[in-house]
């Protein structure tokens, strides 16, 4: 069964600074990996989904790479604001279904 | 576009009764996944529906149903509810035809469900 980890659990950074989320997965043989965010009580807003083949995709602020080999993805946010502030999901397919991280909340200080 | 539209958004019951809870994926859009979300357990993915067919199934009890219409909303059921069932209940579609989860999905707002 795959499981989806994301270190750390809780992040609390000054505005301005660059900052990297971290996911890993057991599993190799995912079909694709996407990144959510979720603000308190809400669903969850897509931000950059990575085919298997792909190595990494960048939407704006926002670029997340991805490494099978090491079961390793990242979200790499450049200058935080205080909007960035919320809980950020991976969650890896195996084309049956997504497996979901526990998430990281970020907290980014005016 | 619109997105995905769930209802209603808030839902109390009581132990030993039962729920229904809809969602209307985008326009378009043929697969509909439902997951349920707690603080202790995180994200667990309930089942997905295509084509009025349920394709995958996760590790949940058979109080837990769904059905696809011919439109592409999705209801979920919930029979003989329990304590442990107060969650988030999310619903995402995707637009895929052929590799239910391989494509992009989008969420709902979701259905906060309290049992009491």
């Known amino acids: 069964k795959q499981e989806v980890t994301q270190i750390p659990a809780a992040l609390s950074v000054p505005e301005g600074e660059n900052l990297v989320l971290n996911c890993s997965f057991t599993?190799?043989?995912?079909?694709?990996l996407q990144w959510f965010r979720q603000d308190p009580g809400k669903g969850l807003t897509s931000l950059l989904l990575?085919?298997?083949?792909?190595r990494e995709q960048t939407s704006g602020r926002l670029n997340a790479s991805l490494d099978k080999s090491s079961g390793r993805s990242t979200l790499y946010i450049a200058a935080s604001q205080p909007g960035d502030s919320a809980t950020y999901l991976c969650?890896?397919?195996?084309?049956?279904?997504?497996?979901f991280g526990t998430g990281t909340s970020l907290t980014v200080i005016p | 576009k619109a997105g995905v539209t769930q209802t209603p958004r808030y839902l109390i019951k009581t132990r030993g009764q039962q729920v229904t809870l809809s969602c209307s994926p985008i326009?378009?859009?043929?697969?509909v996944s439902w997951y349920q979300q707690t603080p202790g357990q995180g994200l667990q993915f309930l089942f997905e529906?295509?084509?009025?067919?349920?394709?995958n199934k996760g590790n949940f009890p058979g109080r837990f149903s769904g059905r696809q219409f011919s439109n592409s909303r999705s209801e979920m059921n919930v029979s003989t509810l329990e304590l442990g069932d107060s969650a988030l209940y999310l619903c995402?579609?995707?637009?895929?035809?052929?590799?239910?989860?391989?494509?992009?999905?989008?969420f709902g707002p979701g259905t906060r469900l309290t049992v009491l």
């Open positions: 326009s378009g859009h043929r697969s």
């Open positions: 990575i085919q298997s083949s792909q």
């Open positions: 529906y295509f084509s009025e067919t349920q394709r």
């Open positions: 995402a579609s995707s637009l895929d035809t052929t590799r239910p989860m391989g494509h992009e999905q989008f």
């Open positions: 969650a890896a397919s195996t084309g049956n279904q997504f497996y």
């Open positions: 599993d190799s043989a995912i079909y694709n």
